[in-house]
């Protein structure tokens, strides 16, 4: 059974830090490229970040840039969102997302996390 399970989300204040986990399990990890979306009320869903199935590669939203660090673990089927400087515009919910670097219609989802950031 294909699982990603976020966590990490929460309250947190502007210019504060919160770090993101997705554990997953049912495929083999190491074989997907994963993303970090997120999707604010009233709003469309919008790509966070990228990291490619080794880790060598990554690409960010020019939002983000210099704010986030995605990084993930093989080992332990991990990736994070480490999310620092954080903004009221950053508060959505994030999702994680995992896809084949060979087939693009083996595509996953986790059930998300909030992010608020308020002061």
């Known amino acids: 059974q294909v699982q990603l399970v976020e966590s990490g989300g929460g309250l947190v204040h502007p210019g504060g830090s919160l770090t993101l986990s997705c554990v997953a399990s049912g495929f083999t990890f190491s074989s997907y490229t994963m993303r970090w979306y997120r999707q604010a009320p009233g709003k469309e869903r919008e790509l966070v970040a990228r990291?490619?199935?080794?880790?060598?590669?990554?690409n960010y939203a020019d939002s983000v840039k210099g704010r986030f660090t995605i990084s993930r673990d093989n080992e332990k089927n991990t990736v994070l969102l480490q999310m620092n400087s954080l903004k009221p515009e950053d508060t959505a919910v994030y999702y994680c997302n995992a896809v084949n670097a060979w087939s693009n219609t083996l595509n996953y989802w986790g059930q998300g996390t909030q992010v608020a950031v308020s002061s």
């Open positions: 990291i490619a199935r080794t880790g060598g590669s990554t």
